[in-house]
C-alpha cells in the first residue's frame, strides 16, 4: 500500500512526540517550554549546596510554566518596548557577562601553592618573635597608680585590684588579663615598657597612654604560636584571588582609552 504526503506526515510526528514531549515541560499557549529551563534552575540551586528532590523539581517545573505564562502577558503589553525594559536588560547582560569574565580569568589565573607559600612566608615571618601574658591596671591618675603599685608591692593581690579598680572593663573583670598576644599588638607606650619586664616582673613606675596609666605586669613570655599553612591556607587563597582580581580589573582600567 503506497502511502500518501498527509500520511507520511502523520507517521513522522507520531514517531517524534515521545522525543518532543521529553524536550519540552509544558508548552503553554501552543508554545513549547524547553526543559532545559528546569534544569538550568535546578544547577542554579544546586550550586548554592541544597539538594533537589522530586518536589522541588516539581516546584521549580511550575515556575518555569508560570514565568512563561508572565513573559507571554508581558509580551503582550508590549513591556518589552519600554526604554525602561532596554536599559535593565542591557544592564543585565553587562552583568552576566562580567559575571563570566571574572569567571574566565579566575579560571586560567589560579592561585598556585607556590604563591601560598610564599604568602604563609611573609606573615610568618611579620608575626615571629615572642608573645607575651600580661596583666595590667588602668587609672586615670599617676597618683592612684602609684599608690596601687605601693600597695602591690606590700603584699595586695594584683588580680583582685584589677577587679575592682581598672577602668578597662574588658580585663579589669579577668584580674587585668590581656591574654597572650605580641607587642605590637598594644600601643608603643605599653608595648616598650612591657617588653622591658621579665616573666613574673611588675613594672616599677606607671605607665603613662592615651588611655590613661598602666600598672603592667608580664606573667609569662613564649615564642610566638603561628597557624600552620595548611590551617590558614583558605583564607590565603581567598586573599590572593581577591588581589589577583583587582590587579586584573586595574590593568584593564589603565590600559583602556577613555575620552
Do not use: C
Request: proline share 4%.
Amino acid at each position: 500500500m503506497k502511502l500518501t504526503l498527509s500520511a507520511l506526515t502523520a507517521a513522522v510526528l507520531i514517531a517524534s512526540a515521545p522525543w518532543a514531549a521529553a524536550q519540552n515541560v509544558a508548552i503553554v499557549n501552543g508554545k513549547p517550554v524547553p526543559t532545559a529551563r528546569v534544569e538550568a534552575l535546578v544547577k542554579q540551586i544546586e550550586a548554592s549546596g541544597r539538594v533537589v528532590g522530586d518536589e522541588a523539581r516539581g516546584q521549580i517545573k511550575e515556575e518555569v510554566i508560570m514565568r512563561e505564562i508572565f513573559v507571554q502577558e508581558a509580551q503582550k503589553r508590549g513591556v518589552a518596548t519600554s526604554d525602561e525594559f532596554k536599559n535593565q536588560m542591557e544592564l543585565a547582560r553587562q552583568t552576566l557577562l562580567i559575571r563570566g569574565l571574572i569567571a574566565d580569568y579566575q579560571k586560567t589565573n589560579p592561585v598556585t601553592d607556590e604563591e601560598v607559600k610564599a604568602e604563609y612566608d611573609k606573615f610568618a615571618s611579620a608575626n615571629a618573635g615572642k608573645e607575651y601574658r600580661a596583666r595590667h591596671i588602668l587609672v586615670d591618675k599617676e597618683a592612684d597608680a602609684k599608690a596601687i603599685i605601693a600597695r602591690i608591692k606590700k603584699g595586695a593581690k594584683f588580680e583582685d585590684i584589677a577587679k575592682k579598680q581598672s577602668k578597662d572593663p574588658g580585663s579589669g573583670a579577668n584580674g587585668g588579663d590581656l591574654d597572650w598576644a605580641p607587642a605590637a599588638n598594644y600601643v608603643p607606650e605599653f608595648s616598650q615598657a612591657m617588653v622591658k619586664l621579665e616573666k613574673g616582673q611588675m613594672s616599677d613606675a606607671p605607665v603613662q597612654s592615651q588611655f590613661g596609666w598602666h600598672i603592667i605586669r608580664v606573667d609569662d613570655i613564649r615564642d610566638a604560636q603561628l597557624p600552620s599553612m595548611d590551617e590558614v591556607k583558605p583564607q590565603i587563597v581567598q586573599q590572593l584571588t581577591q588581589q589577583k582580581l583587582q590587579h586584573f580589573q586595574q590593568d584593564l582600567r589603565d590600559k583602556a582609552r577613555i575620552e
